[in-house]
């Protein structure tokens, strides 16, 4: 291969990776509004009360709303002992109502107050802080969810992210 032809070849490789870094940069919140992602929560937390880690596992859904400026996100979330033969099983289900979304590296975040049950009763540490971050790569834009609590909800989850996978449609 030539010298130009292989210059020619990165520079169309680096227009290309300059032209899809996305959110990160800040230039495509509006490509992001309505954006609808779903997927799937499979995570263990730390052992928080010396009676075992929690396997936490579930759906979760992110809409992407106000030229990618706001978000609503929503988690159906099963927990039970990873490694205690008293499994201790019950749900929560945590959910953002217009959350303020900010771009990271690679990616964006979602921070705002949850509303979260505990098997179908609001919980005493419904309006903990949560932290989504939808991170993904040049292949995959939207690939991985980390899920980070905060405030009282610490004590529950701990204060590791949850970690998860973006559904490809």
């Known amino acids: ?8 070849s990165f520079l169309v490789l680096m227009c290309l990776a300059l032209a899809t870094q996305g959110l990160a940069t800040g230039g495509s ?4 509004d309505g954006a609808d992602l779903n997927g ?3 995570a263990y937390t730390v052992d928080l009360d010396g009676q075992g880690p929690w396997h936490v596992a579930g759906p979760w859904s992110l809409d992407l709303r106000g030229g990618g ?3 609503d996100f ?10 205690n033969p008293v499994r201790q099983p ?13 771009p990271i590296t690679g990616g964006f975040s979602v921070t705002g107050a949850a ?15 949560i932290v989504v971050e939808v991170t993904g790569g040049d292949a ?17 989850f701990g204060d590791q992210p949850l970690t998860g996978v973006v559904q490809l449609r």
Do not use: C
Not at 90 to 102: I, S, Y
């Open 1 to 8: 291969m030539s010298r130009n032809v292989r210059r020619l």
């Open 29 to 32: 919140r509006a490509r992001l």
């Open 40 to 42: 799937l929560i499979n």
């Open 69 to 71: 400026r706001k978000a």
């Open 74 to 83: 929503s988690a159906s979330l099963s927990m039970v002992r990873a490694d």
């Open 90 to 102: 019950h749900t929560h289900h945590v959910q953002l109502t217009h959350a303020k979304v900010t």
């Open 115 to 129: 509303a979260i049950t505990g098997n179908g009763a609001v919980a005493a540490i419904s309006g903990s802080m």
């Open 140 to 156: 995959v834009r939207h690939a991985n969810i980390r899920l980070t609590f905060q405030d009282g909800a610490v004590v529950h």
